[in-house]
């Protein structure tokens, strides 16, 4: 520890310690919040029937060109 910061009183009365470990649940948390929103919405479109595409759905398949371009 630098001896500028050793020679502060406490702000907020939590020491530099408390100080680092309270910082980094507030990281932790706001990037879970991000990640799990994300995993929900991909999850969520996986599973949506109604964005299926192909014969179980439905909706029949396209055939292909000789040249590789849909027909």
Known sequence: MYP???ALSEP??????N???AAAML???AML?????AAAFVIV???DPRLRRGPE???PAQ????GGRNA
Request: aromatic share 14%; glycine share 6%.
């Open 4 to 6: 500028t910061y050793r």
């Open 12 to 17: 907020y009365g939590i020491s530099a310690l």
């Open 19 to 21: 100080d680092q470990v």
């Open 27 to 29: 990281m932790w948390v």
């Open 33 to 37: 919040v991000v990640f799990l929103a």
């Open 45 to 47: 479109d996986l599973l």
């Open 57 to 59: 759905a439905g909706v």
């Open 63 to 66: 055939p292909i060109a000789r």
